[in-house]
């Protein structure tokens, strides 16, 4: 394990500090501004039996979090020591405004499922081509390009009740950011920092009950933020690829179990539903807090423990991934049998 030197720790910490800073007050005024937007332009999702909420939210509001790390991000990753090459900085900055723009226009009407998905690929392959430049084999390519679309679709599957992407967003940024201060990439910690400062600004106006949703705009940018910090970080050190993916790996289980079931059983899995165990968990009358704290706990007892073993013990790393991994399926299998067990109990009752 490696830690930043003290001289350097104090040249990095006021700019990181007033990046974090900005990144949040700036997030919070643009979303307050979306919220305005949104009901000017009837930008609204509605209450249905595939959604999980009951009143009509503006959304949209993720364009905050877009715009306080298009802001802030950078800054970081090029002044704050050691600095990442501007190629990588810059095919980054515009993979995300990629992402942004095919979610921002999709929330004021509606895109067929191709061009999403198209935008996506090209985005995650540029900024992975980049990474891929003058590092790791290009082998890695397909997987980076892979796993960067799924994290920006599984993300926005993980988006349907009120708070809780954004609290993953926190959670999961803010461990990056612990994993790389503690091998010394002072920038790429601050880079994670606005992140989850971007997100807290926005989870301050969607907390429940919420007054805007993130939107297409800000789920894809966060899922694309989130791979590419991982990303960054892998290619760094190789072993910090197993924390990280121990820190995801509440919405991971959750999104890549239910898209396999339902794979499994015939299903149309690319459209939307209500099978998720999060909304389960609303669907048996918890409230969206309720929803959000489960996951939250997950995330405090069990995945921020396994990722500090990984990232203590390298030797180790791979060993926790699974296990955590393993006992995520299975929790996930158990709690959601019961709750639709529950559920069909409470139908039969009614009709008796």
Same mark, same amino acid.
């Given at each position: ?14 700019? +990181? ?234 919405? +991971? ?100």
């Amino acid at each position: 394990m490696v830690w930043p030197m003290s001289d350097a720790v104090v040249a990095a910490d006021v700019p +990181m500090a007033f990046a974090v800073l900005i990144a949040f007050v700036v997030a919070l005024a643009v979303v307050r501004a979306a919220i305005a937007y949104a009901h000017r332009r009837g930008m609204y999702d509605q209450p249905g039996q595939r959604r999980s909420h009951k009143l009509p939210t503006p959304r949209g509001g993720g364009i905050g979090i877009i715009v306080a790390v298009l802001l802030t991000m950078p800054v970081c990753l090029i002044y704050v020591p050691p600095s990442w090459p501007l190629y990588v900085v810059f095919t980054l900055f515009t993979a995300i405004v990629l992402v942004a723009l095919i979610g921002w226009w999709d929330d004021h009407h509606s895109l067929p499922v191709l061009p999403r998905f198209g935008v996506q690929i090209a985005a995650a392959a540029l900024f992975s081509s980049a990474l891929l430049t003058h590092g790791p084999s290009w082998f890695w390519l397909p997987v980076l390009v892979l796993a960067g679309a799924w994290s920006i679709n599984l993300h926005n599957f993980m988006d349907g009740i009120d708070g809780l992407l954004a609290q993953q967003g926190i959670f999961v940024a803010c461990g990056l950011a612990m994993l790389a201060w503690g091998i010394g990439q002072l920038a790429l910690a601050g880079a994670s920092a606005c992140v989850a400062a971007a997100c807290l600004g926005f989870w301050c106006y969607n907390r429940s009950p919420a007054r805007i949703f993130m939107g297409d705009v800000g789920s894809g940018g966060v899922g694309l933020l989130l791979f590419a910090l991982s990303a960054m970080l892998w290619r760094l050190n190789m072993a910090l690829l197993w924390p990280a993916l121990i820190l995801s790996s509440a919405f +991971m289980t959750d999104a890549s179990l239910t898209l396999l079931i339902r794979i499994l059983r015939g299903r149309r899995w690319y459209t939307a539903h209500r099978e998720h165990l999060y909304q389960w968990i609303v669907r048996r009358g918890h409230t969206h807090t309720v929803g959000a704290v489960w996951y939250l706990g997950w995330n405090l007892l069990v995945a921020a423990p396994f990722a500090a073993l990984a990232f203590g013990r390298p030797r180790m790393g791979l060993v926790a991934c699974i296990v955590t991994y393993a006992i995520a399926a299975v929790v996930w299998l158990v709690v959601k049998h019961r709750l639709i067990r529950r559920d069909r109990y409470k139908v039969r009752h009614v009709h008796t």
